[in-house]
């Protein structure tokens, strides 16, 4: 059974994602370079985006949450699996169990899994997150200086890294990033001995001295621009097209949508489409976003509905558009960071938020 | 195994849904009062909203692909089910194996489902839909006509209603309610015989002239206020809690989050929660949206991160928010409207946003 005939499509190229892991990894060098896989691959599929990546190299991988690092290990039953949200109580067995790194965001999570690990007997790796000025996860300074004092605090625990997180990396001349680096240096200066890792997507290219021993690339991966302002060093790796519903004539001064939001001038034409924000598509680009038939530009006329999407199709070639055919509302013209800008948001929210009834399709060497 | 401990929690109340639904039946009778479970009903979980509204004698359901309406035939094997977004090339023969009701759309969808039904040798149901001024879907004014000059193009199907929707139902001082309205009763005078339906959630209260043979509710049973700038007729069914994953002091001066967007003037508390854009929870919201511990209102602080939130807990007694504990993110007291009005959009895409990172839990006679 399928019914493909009637959905919308959400085509992902394996491929793409994988280059651009070669590609950060061959700028990062010779630190080491995972891959940040969290929200199910921002969006993209988990299942099928970490076994991709693993093929070209990639060991390392980091997931938000518990139940994420769980899938991931049902998948790939030998790589190294770091789970961010850190150690919460009463989750220590399943980390041990499924050998699943927990990123220890504070002293009480340290102590925690000092204790455990020596109950079990292991010398358990873990990832140690030290804040530097996100104030959202991570050990404080204060912690940190006690760390520093007293070294033993982390006996019996493998620390493969310690790491930090940078707030505002994607804007290289906030003042913010020097200041986070310096407190990064100063703070690994207590921890000798220990390997380091600042950089996500956007430090990786603010050159090597952020790099340390390991990046941490997620939305670079997936084709976000880690530059914003300069061209997208990044290949594009996701298509969405919508499915046609309907095309229809609209008498001049007929409103189109939802609260008529926005009326014809003139005579139209319109394309319904059977996307909607129930797939994600954020009702935020009401009005305000494009899609692409054959190389034709088609603007948005209306809000977005929960399932239905319309285009104003009125000066396009008769016949470009059909009921049952297709209109590319992500891709290489419009891509997701296109998207972001008419929604006011940022490109890895259109792709996390991209929905479960799109037909999906994987392209490339890993399909 | 259970990460229960782990993560964030959404519960929903069948009980309440169940309710709504039976209120709005009373509202309307003796019209009769489907339901519409599209999107997943609503984000909330058709496998389970649909067979407690079944148990309290809902018999027509409406979805908006024919997907999910293939989903809610393995669920209810014996309910009506209409499928919104129409009959596109290619499907019918999986809506006649599966008992599915198309809702045509256009005189292209009624000629091809005569066509189908007769080879079948079935009188099979049909649902009609016509425009009255959203231009989106449904038959438009000259289709509508042609229909009305020759019903003969009917023949052969067994058409339940007749359909159409309204664009500002919600806005009942707007003049294109009364304009829908009086076009519908036209289009109706044209089609003799046939049943009528208009009204979805909002019509309902605009009075017993929108309720015509069939009522289509879908926002008002799951707790969305159909009648907008008055008191909420509807019970919540929805609550959001979010995990703390860490509580910490952040010094005067210090930023929260991605941006560094907001800063502290005094020595502050920050409880992080693993909850973020990337389970639904708008980034529009960042800066913006409140929660509540034990009464208490927290108000956000910093950017929605992609799997975090910030939430400013200085004020709140010692020891009310924990590592481990929950926070209430969306509930009876901040709910989807609120948050929908903090975001800039409408409860519906709240909770069609909802996303699958939460353990679900449901309560209720049906679950």
Redesign the interface.
């Known amino acids: 059974?399928t019914?493909d005939?009637?959905?919308s499509l959400l085509t992902i190229d394996l491929d793409a994602i994988a280059d651009n892991w070669r590609r950060l990894r061959d700028i990062a060098s010779p630190a080491t370079c995972a891959a940040v896989v969290?929200?199910?691959a921002?969006?993209l599929g988990i299942a099928q985006v970490a076994p991709a990546l693993a093929d070209v190299g990639c060991s390392l991988f980091f997931v938000?949450?518990?139940?994420?690092g769980?899938r991931l290990r049902a998948v790939l039953p030998q790589v190294d699996i770091a789970v961010?949200?850190?150690l919460?109580?009463?989750?220590a067995g399943?980390f041990l169990r499924d050998r699943l790194i927990p990123v220890l965001?504070?002293l009480?999570q340290v102590a925690r899994w000092r204790a455990e690990t020596t109950k079990a007997g292991q010398n358990a790796p873990a990832i140690l997150h030290i804040?530097t000025?996100?104030?959202?996860?991570g050990l404080?300074p204060q912690e940190a200086s006690r760390l520093a004092l007293d070294a033993t605090l982390l006996d019996g625990i493998d620390i493969r890294y310690v790491m930090t997180h940078m707030?505002?990396a994607d804007?290289p001349s906030d003042p913010?990033n020097a200041e986070q680096l310096e407190r990064f240096k100063a703070a690994m200066a207590g921890l000798p001995g220990l390997k380091a890792s600042l950089a996500a997507s956007s430090a990786i290219f603010l050159g090597r001295d952020h790099h340390f021993d390991l990046v941490r690339p997620g939305a670079a991966l997936y084709g976000i621009n880690p530059t914003p302002g300069k061209p997208n060093p990044m290949r594009q790796c996701v298509r969405l097209e919508g499915?046609v519903?309907?095309v229809?004539?609209?008498d001049s001064g007929?409103?189109?949508?939802?609260?008529?939001s926005r009326r014809f001038s003139r005579p139209g034409k319109?394309a319904?489409i059977?996307t909607?924000?129930?797939d994600?598509y954020l009702?935020?680009l009401s009005n305000g976003s494009l899609a692409h038939v054959a190389g034709h530009r088609i603007p948005m006329m209306?809000r977005v509905?929960?399932?239905?999407l319309?285009f104003d199709v009125t000066d396009l070639p008769e016949g470009l558009v059909l009921?049952?055919g297709l209109v590319e509302l992500l891709g290489d013209t419009y891509t997701p960071d296109d998207a972001a800008h008419d929604a006011?948001?940022?490109g890895?929210?259109i792709l996390?938020?991209l929905g479960?009834?799109y037909a999906r399709r994987y392209i490339g060497a890993g399909a």
Chains 1, 2 share one sequence.
């Open positions: 059974m019914t005939a009637a959905c969290k929200a199910d921002y969006g938000a949450t518990l139940d994420e769980l961010l949200s850190g919460l109580p009463g989750t399943i965001n504070d009480g804040d000025g996100m104030n959202r996860l404080d707030a505002c804007m913010l499915r519903l309907q229809r004539y609209v007929e409103g189109v949508g939802y609260g008529a319109i319904t059977a909607g924000y129930a994600g009702r935020a209306g509905s929960m399932d239905l319309t009921p049952g006011g948001t940022i890895y929210e996390t938020s479960s009834r």
